[in-house]
């Protein structure tokens, strides 16, 4: 079955770490880069940076260049993403998506991951 | 960076009504990277449009994409009850930009 399957839901104090994972199956898990996204409650989706599950080049937004890694496990065929430095306003449902039938847009999506930074 | 607007913020409509739904581009952007999505509560988003026109695969065709330039529109032709959802629009250069969505809502 293609699919994307995230990490459970975190709770993090102000300053911590978070890492969330994606295993991806059911498809070829090197020829399609991996996004992640995010929807911070009552805001827009956000675009977090992607990685070519090929390669580990990643690319990254520049709201986020300084404090989050996208790294994968071929072998696993999942990727990971490192948010640091927790804020309160990163909390949020994180996924991860990728093109998997489309020119363009995403058309697989994880089931999403919520991040609950509280001090 | 482009900015996504998109209105009417809440569209209220019935089922079986035709709902028209827009997204502004600050710029004028190609129509290849201009997509929809479609988002109910506890759920990922879904690929409904790509490419401005095309749809995803099972998406059904009372909904639509038309638009160029800055001005683009998602068309229900008739309202399904599981229609009721929000909607955004996204675009991609150099980074993906997500508009505000629309919220179609149970008149």
């Known amino acids: ?119 | 960076e482009i900015v996504l607007t998109q209105s009417p913020g809440t569209l209220s409509l019935s089922p079986g009504e035709r709902a028209t739904l827009s997204c502004g581009a600050s710029q004028s952007i190609d129509s290849d990277s201009l997509v929809w999505y479609q988002h109910k509560p506890g759920q990922a988003p879904r690929l409904l449009i790509y490419n401005t026109s095309k749809r995803a695969t099972g998406t059904p065709d009372r909904f639509s994409g038309s638009g160029s330039g800055t001005d683009f529109r998602l068309t229900i032709s008739r309202l399904e009850p599981e229609d009721f959802a929000v909607y955004y629009c996204q675009h991609y250069a150099n980074s993906f930009t997500f508009g505000p969505g629309t919220r179609v809502a149970v008149k």
């Open chain 1, 1 to 119: 079955q293609v699919q994307l399957v995230q990490s459970g839901g975190e709770v993090k104090k102000p300053g911590a770490s978070v890492n969330i994972s994606c295993r991806a199956s059911g498809y070829s898990f090197t020829s399609h880069p991996v996004q992640w996204v995010r929807q911070a409650p009552g805001q827009r989706f956000e675009w977090v940076g992607r990685i070519n599950a090929g390669n580990g080049v990643t690319k990254l937004s520049q709201t986020f260049t300084n404090r989050v890694t996208i790294t994968t496990k071929n072998p696993a065929r999942t990727v990971f993403m490192e948010l640091r430095s927790l804020k309160h306003d990163d909390t949020g449902i994180y996924y991860c998506a990728t093109r998997f039938a489309t020119s363009s847009g995403f058309d697989l999506w994880g089931q999403g991951t919520q991040v609950t930074v509280s001090s």
